[in-house]
């Protein structure tokens, strides 16, 4: 299987020099991307693939469940990264439906460490519990908390001091609350973007 996938690569990097003999010089001259992505780790959403971006054209972090941990040196190196030295103009937080996350931070047995990494999720439930309790069937809740933590994520990544120091300093750099249906292979914008900290001052 293994090899299959080298094959596969070998056919790739061909096709690609046949299309444009020049592709890869360029490719690895330059990385100037205008977005960087937090999505989830989930194999059936691969950034570049479902927004018809090329290698080179988005800026990529993944993790369990699209989260934000303020802890979290790995994704924090990125931020960091994308906004100061890449200068992205977009940081874009997609979550998706289906997502196991989600659906693994409602379950009441235990799955092992990963339930530390989902603890911010079960709090969004909990602020939120009245208008999930008004959601009728458990699929639509879990869809419905999907969005409501993409939010939550768009607030936790604006407050980060990355994010704040780069507004102070007049970047222009606008973070994006989106969720991708399975599906549907579609994109939905959720309208909770932050461009700069007057926004973020505002009331929700």
């Not at 054209?57 to 699209?66: D, I, L």
């Not at 980060?160 to 994109?187: E, F, S």
Request: glycine share 6%; with cysteine; proline share 4%.
């Amino acid at each position: 299987m293994l090899n299959d996938l080298l094959e596969n690569n070998r056919h790739w990097s061909e096709e690609r020099k046949r299309t444009d003999p020049r592709y890869f010089e360029r490719l690895s001259r330059l990385q100037k991307p205008q977005y960087l992505w937090i999505g989830c780790s989930d194999s059936r959403v691969p950034a570049n693939t479902i927004t018809g971006l090329e290698p080179g054209e988005v800026f990529v972090h993944r993790n369990v469940a699209n989260m934000v941990h303020p802890s979290d040196l790995n994704l924090l190196s990125v931020l960091e990264y994308a906004v100061d030295v890449l200068e992205v103009s977009h940081v874009i937080v997609c979550g998706h439906y289906g997502c196991g996350g989600i659906h693994a931070s409602q379950e009441d047995h235990r799955h092992g460490i990963v339930d530390h990494w989902l603890q911010p999720i079960r709090d969004v439930a909990e602020r939120n519990k009245d208008q999930l309790a008004r959601t009728s069937d458990q699929s639509s809740k879990l869809d419905l908390l999907c969005e409501l933590n993409v939010r939550a994520q768009v607030d936790r990544l604006a407050a980060t001091p990355i994010m704040q120091t780069a507004w102070k300093r007049g970047k222009r750099v606008r973070i994006h609350g989106w969720v991708y249906g399975l599906r549907d292979g579609l994109i939905s914008d959720l309208h909770c973007s932050v461009p700069d900290l007057l926004s973020l001052a505002e009331p929700k």
